[in-house]
């Protein structure tokens, strides 16, 4: 938690920063998947007492970093990515385009951008 004066000064940095970001690019699905999960591991009680701190009592607290915890883990949202695109997510199959043979691999959107 920040104060009201690194508040201000953070959202008024705010636009240079997601310009800047935005002229990087795009991150990739599975750096984006290992870095939540890597987070989800680095949530503990230290961030329950955060919560209460705000005034959120005690077992909702632990119920929303539980749930932080499990819908950040790398197995959870490989899961929804395949639930989301289909089993076909990630997976490579032949194909033929314009008589010449190809390899389609189904990813998330981002992909074809990179």
Same mark, same amino acid.
């Given at each position: !938690?920040? #104060?009201?004066?690194?508040? +201000?000064?953070? @959202?008024?940095? $705010? ?5 800047? &970001?935005? !002229?990087?690019?795009? $991150? ?12 989800? &591991? !680095? ?7 955060? @919560?209460?701190? =705000? /005034?959120? +009592? ?22 929804? $990515?395949? &639930? +989301?695109? /289909? #089993? &076909?997510? /990630? ?7 314009? /008589?010449?043979?190809? =390899?389609?691999?189904?990813?998330? $959107? +981002?992909?074809?951008?990179?």
């Amino acid at each position: !938690m920040i #104060g009201a004066d690194k508040r +201000e000064q953070a @959202l008024k940095a $705010l636009p240079a920063s997601i310009t800047e &970001t935005l !002229m990087k690019p795009p $991150l990739l699905a599975h750096e984006v998947i290992a870095a939540c999960d890597s987070l989800s &591991t !680095m949530l503990d009680e230290s961030y329950v007492a955060l @919560l209460v701190e =705000t /005034g959120i +009592e005690q077992h909702k607290a632990n119920e929303y970093i539980n749930e932080a915890k499990a819908q950040l883990s790398a197995d959870y949202l490989q899961h929804k $990515l395949a &639930t +989301e695109l /289909g #089993g &076909t997510y /990630g997976s490579l199959r032949e194909v033929s385009v314009k /008589g010449k043979p190809a =390899t389609e691999e189904v990813l998330p $959107l +981002e992909s074809c951008f990179t």
